[in-house]
């Protein structure tokens, strides 16, 4: 449970906010629940988009307290034979779509050896007594969750699987004097955000210059203030991740760049050398 046994729900969607889905399911976690304390991560995930959902789900979920129930529907496939799952770990419990959604959490937990148990979400008893075919959000998930947060262990909701979907990793390559990797989204400011850490620069010195589409961006920058309205930079966003921006403006714009563009950052010549000798 969270802090002061007030259990949260989190809930993360591409449903926006115009038609009420959103609300609806509040409305039956909270009809089963009356105490449980709900928060909105994001619903402005892209239509169908499993990976942005994975990706920004990965970027959030260690921001909240122990006990956490983390509720995910992006659901292409929805009323199909994907599984709905849950999983629980030792901070936290995932209610989402079998499709991958839930892939960059559970290699991030399997990486800090964190135990997880996944189980078949196939007891109707925690379920709404009708179900739709398309809105499984609101008939299994959203109840499910919701019994999470009255206790129900994970355990009575369904059998455990030992195979759930993950998507392939994200491209990330290391070479002397050479990072590549890749857009993993792109912000409401246009800024576009990569899988490249931050310590995998630190073998390429102080200078660098990272390359995306045909745009080269020399060196990094600390904050978009220490920038010029209108150039492109490169900085360590607040994941300690490399993004790109466009100060006062917008990359996505500028560039123009999308989702899984490629990322290059390489250490200038003169500054970098392999055994002796600059780099080819």
């Known amino acids: 449970m969270a802090k002061g046994n007030r259990p949260l729900v989190t809930l993360t969607t591409d ?3 115009e038609d009420g889905n959103v609300g609806v399911m509040k ?5 089963i629940n009356p105490d449980a304390h ?9 239509p169908q988009s499993i990976t942005a959902a994975a990706y920004l789900l990965r970027r959030a979920h260690e921001y909240f307290p122990r006990g956490t129930i983390h509720l995910v529907v992006v659901d292409p496939g929805v009323g199909s034979e994907r599984r709905p799952i849950a999983v629980s770990t030792s901070r936290a419990s995932f209610v989402a779509p079998d499709n991958g959604v839930l892939s960059y959490v559970l290699d991030h937990l399997d990486s800090v050896g964190d135990e997880l148990h996944v189980v078949h979400l196939n007891d109707a008893a ?16 959203a109840p499910v969750a919701a019994h999470l947060s009255l ?3 994970v355990d009575a909701l369904g059998p455990p699987i030992d195979d759930p979907v993950r998507l392939p990793p994200p491209h990330l390559e290391r070479h002397p004097g ?19 850490p931050r310590s995998h620069l ?13 745009t080269e961006i020399r060196g990094l920058t600390a904050t978009f203030a220490h920038g010029r309205t209108g150039e492109p930079i490169a900085y360590i966003d607040s994941s300690d991740h490399l993004a790109i921006a466009v100060v006062n403006g917008s990359a996505r714009e500028l560039l123009p760049c999308r989702m899984g563009e490629r990322v290059e950052v390489a250490a200038n010549h003169a500054m970098y050398r392999c055994d002796g000798e600059p780099c080819d």
């Open 15 to 17: 449903f926006g906010t």
């Open 27 to 31: 409305g039956v976690i909270l009809g």
């Open 38 to 46: 709900i928060v909105d991560v994001t619903h402005d995930i892209p």
């Open 126 to 141: 925690y379920w709404l007594p009708k179900v739709s075919n398309v809105f499984h959000g609101r008939d299994i998930f």
């Open 151 to 153: 206790g129900v262990p």
């Open 178 to 196: 050479k990072v590549i990797g890749q857009v993993m989204h792109v912000d409401h400011f246009g800024n576009l955000l990569t899988n490249i």
């Open 202 to 214: 630190h073998s390429l010195g102080d200078a660098i210059t990272t390359r995306v589409g045909q």
